[in-house]
């Protein structure tokens, strides 16, 4: 058994059930499309949701979308796009063997990401605080539109999801950091890091969307 | 098998300019919100924003590069996305076909409204709700001391204040007619 699993043509990290390396990146990249598409698919309802209440009430979402932060929007959006080519960078790196290259990059996309969560909570707390809220916990008394609750409690529902997923990509990207840090990836191997980019990419993804829901054209 | 591994080394520049372009076209999608084009606004920035996926999609997720089984997985999820939103909203826009009266929501301001909550941040806590005057406040501002149970409220609001879990205000339960006399 430890004959075969030291074999050079069976190394360690090839699972036994896969015939090569490329079938199990293979194998692994179709499972996590096939993820992928269900996340969409999750979204998806909320996207519905989003689409079915701006069209019944167009000016409450227009005039409701101004109390956005747009520059905040903004600075979150280039932020999530920086951390999305680091994280590439970081799989260009450890294609070429460059463990150092992948971890500095690993570290720069938590950053941004961290990043991206502060300027959030900022935006949160202060939708909190004059009662931009969901429901019946609405009680800002700025706007004059019919039920802007409504806007509030499908902007919380969709960012509140995708800070979800920004969470869990970065406990991922530190999963696979640390993984990088021991040695356990290189230009062989590094089938988690290449699928920890690929989540990545689509939160980035689904924020490319929210944000001109939300913050350009409401 | 070495061949296999090496066969995605991407050159760094592809990632850069993409980078770039993604910078580039949200500058232009922030930059073209300034402008009203009426309904076209959703169109642009939905544009934009597709583009910009897109770009993703096709380069930081390799999927230009790479089995085109992937791309087909994930297509098949956005077109059911669209399928999803095409009906429902096929449904909630044509119902007015059938019944004038559904053509929007069928209470079209939430009840929630007329509620304690929202008078007194809307009206100020201090000055005991005197400037308003309207029913909704004086109703609620009874139910709160707890000796509510009817004595000035029509029976009907009581039977319906009765049915409602402690703590939630009582003109919740007012009947549709009298809450289009309180509009914001």
């Not at chain 1, 360690?12 to 992928?36: C, N, P, R, T, V």
């Not at chain 2, 991407?10 to 999608?29: H, M």
Request: proline share 3%; glycine share 8%; net charge negative.
């Amino acid at each position: 058994m430890s004959t075969v699993a030291q074999d050079a043509s069976h190394p360690e990290y090839l699972a036994h059930h896969f015939s090569d390396i490329e079938q199990q990146k293979e194998s692994a990249k179709l499972g996590m499309w096939i993820f992928l598409a269900t996340e969409i698919l999750t979204f998806g309802g909320l996207f519905c949701a989003y689409a079915v209440f701006r069209a019944w009430f167009p000016e409450m979402f227009h005039d409701a979308h101004k109390v956005l932060d747009l520059r905040l929007g903004t600075i979150n959006t280039i932020v999530l796009i920086a951390s999305s080519f680091t994280v590439v960078y970081a799989i260009y790196c450890i294609q070429r063997n460059n463990r150092t290259g992948t971890v500095i990059n690993l570290a720069l996309t938590l950053l941004f990401a961290a990043t991206f969560m502060v300027i959030k909570y900022f935006e949160y707390s202060h939708k909190i605080h004059v009662g931009q809220l969901p429901g019946h916990f609405y009680f800002y008394d700025g706007l004059e539109g019919t039920n802007p609750h409504l806007f509030f409690g499908i902007y919380f529902a969709m960012t509140g999801l995708h800070g979800v997923h920004v969470l869990i990509g970065m406990g991922l990207i530190t999963w696979v950091m640390i993984g990088t840090l021991k040695g356990r990836f290189s230009s062989e191997y590094y089938v988690p890091v290449e699928m920890v980019g690929l989540f990545w990419h689509l939160v980035d993804m689904v924020w490319i969307f929210l944000f001109p829901l939300f913050y350009l054209i409401g | 098998m070495s061949q296999h591994t090496h066969e995605h080394h991407i050159p760094l520049w592809v990632f850069v300019n993409v980078f770039l372009a993604l910078i580039v076209l949200t500058g232009i999608t922030v930059w073209v919100s300034t402008f009203d084009f009426g309904p076209l606004n959703l169109v642009i920035a939905m544009a934009v924003a597709t583009v910009k996926a897109t770009l993703v999609g096709l380069f930081f997720m390799h999927l230009y590069y790479d089995n085109k089984m992937y791309m087909f997985v994930f297509i098949l999820g956005v077109l059911f996305v669209g399928v999803f939103i095409t009906l429902t909203m096929y449904d909630t826009m044509r119902r007015g076909d059938l019944d004038d009266a559904k053509a929007g929501p069928i209470q079209t301001q939430a009840a929630f409204y007329d509620s304690l909550d929202i008078r007194a941040a809307k009206f100020g806590h201090g000055d005991g709700h005197g400037t308003t005057g309207e029913h909704g406040s004086t109703a609620t501002t009874e139910h709160e001391d707890t000796t509510h149970a009817g004595t000035d409220a029509v029976p009907h609001d009581t039977t319906i204040d009765s049915t409602q879990p402690a703590g939630m205000d009582s003109t919740a339960g007012h009947s549709p007619e009298e809450t289009p006399a309180e509009g914001h």
